[in-house]
């Protein structure tokens, strides 16, 4: 089976993905997050506190490097990722890093492109904070993935996890294509997602990756109508229950230097209680050449 030989209609889109266990710890705080919209304190009043910085992994020709942003009284504005310009450079060429992997045709031999889903991965955690996103992963497409009328560019994948490292590492390879993952959790991996949890933009792909799950993608993006990709949101999920937010980025947007959010559409209801986003951005500061890509503006949302 070959790349050229999938055919993907708009309503079975698939997203390839990787995995990777290698993270550097590093606590630090610092007044600055490149957040040049953030307000001085939140409605009630509370101040703005500063960055918190978690965890570091190189990536490319530089850095890649979480951090969480919250007022006073606790509640969280902001939690992402910075990396300076140079993390765009000398970035790696090959298709994936032969992680999410499976001998097709039982030759003893693994092909990169035809039996691998995934680019490069780096996971790293955000350490303590007040979203049910704990950590993230980012995920370089150096080949971009399927389907590639659509998101063949080379692009980024950040995948804000709330579902846990282990948890989701236990969505197993297998030889279930273009995903990569063990067929019986591909099954489970697919269940549909009760339509009330959703925004009614969002579709369901039916394709599952293995460690990850299912993608659900916004019918809407302009990708899906004629125009190249440059970035768009997608929602996942695994056995009907939402587990990552994820913005996916060009690199050639990036290089652009944007600065920019979008609203991130909510559903009418949420499956567990907790502060959610309400917008995404993607910046680039140019007095210091580091890009941001955040969740915002979150907002106390009931389980119901």
Sequence with gaps: MTHTTLQY?????????GLSLQTLPAQAKDNKADLDDAP???ASGSPL????YGDKISLGAGHIRTFTRHYQNGTPYAIGVRFPGATLKQLPTEPNDGLNCWDLNADNRIDLHDECSGGHNRSLFFGKNNTPFQWISVDWEPHGHVPEDIYGARHFDFHFYMTGFVERNQIAVGPCMPGTINCAQHEVAVRPVAAQYLHPDFFNTNLAFSRMGNHWADRTSPEFHGQPFTQTFILGSYDSKITFYEPMVSLDYLLSKPNQCHPVKQPAKFQSAGYYPTEYCI????A???YTVSLQKFVRRAAN
Excluded at 9 to 17: E, H, I, M, N, Y
Excluded at 283 to 286: P, Q
């Design 9 to 17: 209609t708009l309503a079975s889109a698939a997203f390839a993905l």
């Design 40 to 42: 001085t304190a939140s």
């Design 49 to 52: 506190g500063p960055a918190v």
């Design 283 to 286: 910046r680039h500061n140019s």
């Design 288 to 290: 210091t050449d580091v």
